[in-house]
Structures are given as structure tokens and as C-alpha cells.
């Protein structure tokens, strides 16, 4: 099946550790793109890469850092220095020039 | 600054009703309006998408309007049953090359029985 695969669905971190989320995806999409869902907050953007080895700071890029090095993965670090990061990750990817967005499910993160 | 405006923020109607989402844009320069819809734990899932150059698309019974001179774009969805109760996020993208995608705050849907 074709699809956005997050990893994992749930996430606990402590205080002061540097936490990854996996994003794969084999829908062939060039753009993938990581977003933050707090309740009443709407979706924010995180970062976002266009193509391989390239990506750009979102609205809320402050905190966390990305890697772009396969066309299939662009994995998330939440870093000590994101002051607020229990939320819901969302990683989403596109056609490279076309807006249609899919969605994975989601990691919820939570700092203990 | 927020780009995309939804309103309202909670909405809740009886089975068969029309609740309708409201969605405000202030940059001329977006030409892709999605509508996107999120069950509880799960990640959003494209509803229906419009263009600027139309004023209304239909897809079963999630209808699409556009008012290109107002900045306004609404979901329909006629006959509603409980189970579209979730949560429907508008979205607008930069334009142009720019196609990252902006998103409304959400409308909490709930059909009662």
C-alpha cells in the first residue's frame, strides 16, 4: 500500500533529551513537509523540503532540526532547546508543484 | 499573523442538517483552497479542493463555495450523519511556487443522532 508512515504513533520524552520522529513515504512525492497540532491551534508549519538535501524553515522552526538525505525520509528532531514540544507531530508530503497534501497518522510526543 | 481565518471554532447539529464552515484569506496570491477532515488520533485526510477560477465544486455531499471578490470559501455538508463528526481543517497555499499550505484554526463538527 501507498502511504505516509509515521513512526512511532506514541513518544515519551524526559526533560532535556533530544528526540527523533520517522517520516517515510513511497508515494514517489518530491515535497514533504512536517507540521505541530496543538488543540485550538490549527496545523503550524515546522519545516519543509522541496526536493533531496535541500529544506526551509517553516512558521515554528525554532527548537527543531530535519534531514533530507533520501527522497523517502524526512525525519524530525524535537531538540532540548523546543521549550513547549508535547504536541501532535503531523508529516505530510506532496507532488513536487501541486498542493495536494497527504497526511501520515501522526506521533504524539509527550515530555515526562 | 494569521492568513486563513475559519470560523466557527465548534459547530453541532442534528442528523440531516447542513453545517456550514466559513474560511476567510487575506493574500491574493493563494489559488488553492483544500478542505481537509481529522477523526480523533489520526492525521487530516483531503476532503475536497477548489480552485480560484470556479465558484462551487460538489463531491457527494461536500459542496465547496467560493467568493473570490470577498477572500471567502465555505464547506457544506448536506445531510450530515453522525459519522462526520470530526474535526475539518480549511487550508490556502502561498501560490505560485510557494505551494506549502496554510492552515484555518479547525471546526470541531459533532451530528447528533
Known amino acids: 500500500d501507498g502511504g505516509i508512515t509515521q513512526s512511532p504513533k506514541y513518544l515519551f520524552r524526559k526533560e532535556g533529551q533530544n528526540v527523533t520522529l520517522s517520516c517515510e513515504q513511497n508515494?514517489?512525492?518530491?515535497?514533504m513537509y512536517w507540521y505541530r497540532q496543538d488543540p485550538g491551534q490549527g496545523l503550524r508549519l515546522i519545516y519543509y523540503s522541496q526536493i533531496v538535501n535541500d529544506f526551509q524553515k517553516g512558521d515554528i522552526a525554532e527548537g527543531y532540526s530535519v534531514s533530507r538525505e533520501k527522497k523517502e525520509s524526512f525525519p524530525l528532531t524535537v531538540t532540548s532547546a523546543q521549550k513547549n514540544p508535547t504536541a501532535f507531530y503531523l508529516c505530510?508530503?506532496?507532488?513536487?508543484?501541486?498542493?495536494?497534501?497527504?497526511f501520515g497518522q501522526g506521533t504524539r510526543l509527550t515530555v515526562v | 499573523q494569521q492568513q486563513v481565518k475559519q470560523s466557527p471554532q465548534s459547530l453541532i447539529v442534528q442528523k440531516g442538517g447542513i453545517p456550514i464552515i466559513n474560511c476567510a484569506y487575506e493574500?491574493?496570491?493563494?489559488?488553492?483552497f483544500p478542505w481537509y477532515q481529522q477523526f480523533p488520533g489520526k492525521g487530516p485526510a483531503l476532503l475536497i479542493a477548489?480552485?480560484?477560477?470556479?465558484s462551487e465544486k460538489k463531491e457527494g455531499r461536500f459542496t465547496i463555495s467560493f467568493n473570490k471578490s470577498a477572500k471567502q470559501f465555505s464547506l457544506h455538508i448536506m445531510d450530515s450523519q453522525p459519522g462526520d463528526s470530526a474535526t475539518y481543517f480549511c487550508?490556502?497555499?502561498?501560490?505560485?511556487?510557494?505551494?506549502?499550505?496554510?492552515f484555518g484554526k479547525g471546526t470541531l463538527l459533532t451530528v447528533n443522532p
Open positions: 508515494l514517489n512525492h518530491d515535497a
Open positions: 487550508a490556502a497555499n502561498g501560490g505560485g511556487s510557494n505551494y506549502k499550505l496554510t
Open positions: 477548489i480552485r480560484p477560477d470556479v
Open positions: 493574500n491574493t496570491a493563494f489559488d488553492y
Open positions: 505530510a508530503s506532496s507532488i513536487a508543484g501541486r498542493s495536494e497534501a497527504f
